[in-house]
């Protein structure tokens, strides 16, 4: 939104700010205010900016709703790399991929925010869910993916299509 921002590096809930003028971005333009937090002397800033390619490419949010049998997000494909963050609580980023977890349940998160490796079936990650061919069902019952809360993702597909030229994704 025009007053958020997160940090890849960070556990924290998103923060708000006038960090972007209080302007939403556009296709074409970000906005960045004119103050120490995002526009400071001297200081270096990295920004990733992601754009939706239909059947390549997905980033929106979803709400837990704090139960095993949780929410099903529909995609038009299956993820191959899907990372998620809670917006409103203070939670690692969870990075799951199908190269790691080839069969459900998927509970073998990476945690960008940390130097730790893999959760590798560790109960207290809570972030258990399956891939499915169109999309992800959340099936932990934790803050890490679905708590009564708000959460956003990014999700790359398996096998892009409707993208144009994008090249396949491969596992290596």
């Known amino acids: 939104g025009a007053t958020k ?8 809930a998103f923060d708000v700010q006038p960090y972007w003028q209080s302007t939403e971005p556009t296709d074409a333009k970000i906005f960045l205010n004119n103050d120490a937090w995002v526009n400071g002397a001297a200081v270096t800033y990295v920004m990733y900016v992601f754009a939706e390619v239909y059947g390549f ?23 191959a790399w899907l990372l998620v963050k809670c917006a409103t609580y203070g939670t690692n980023w969870q990075l799951i991929d199908d190269v790691r977890d080839p069969y459900n349940v998927a509970d073998s998160p990476l945690f960008p925010n940390t130097s730790g490796v893999e959760a590798a079936g560790t109960p207290s990650s809570n972030a258990y869910l399956d891939l499915l061919a169109n ?12 708590a009564a809360q708000t959460y956003i993702y990014a999700a790359f597909a398996r096998h892009p299509f409707g993208g144009g030229s994008v090249p396949p994704v491969t596992a290596r």
């Open 5 to 12: 921002r997160a940090g890849l590096n960070l556990a924290q």
């Open 57 to 79: 490419s997905a980033f929106a949010s979803y709400v837990g709703n704090n139960a095993a049998d949780g929410p099903r997000i529909m995609l038009p494909f299956r993820p």
């Open 135 to 146: 999309g992800f069902k959340l099936r932990g019952n934790g803050a890490d993916v679905n």
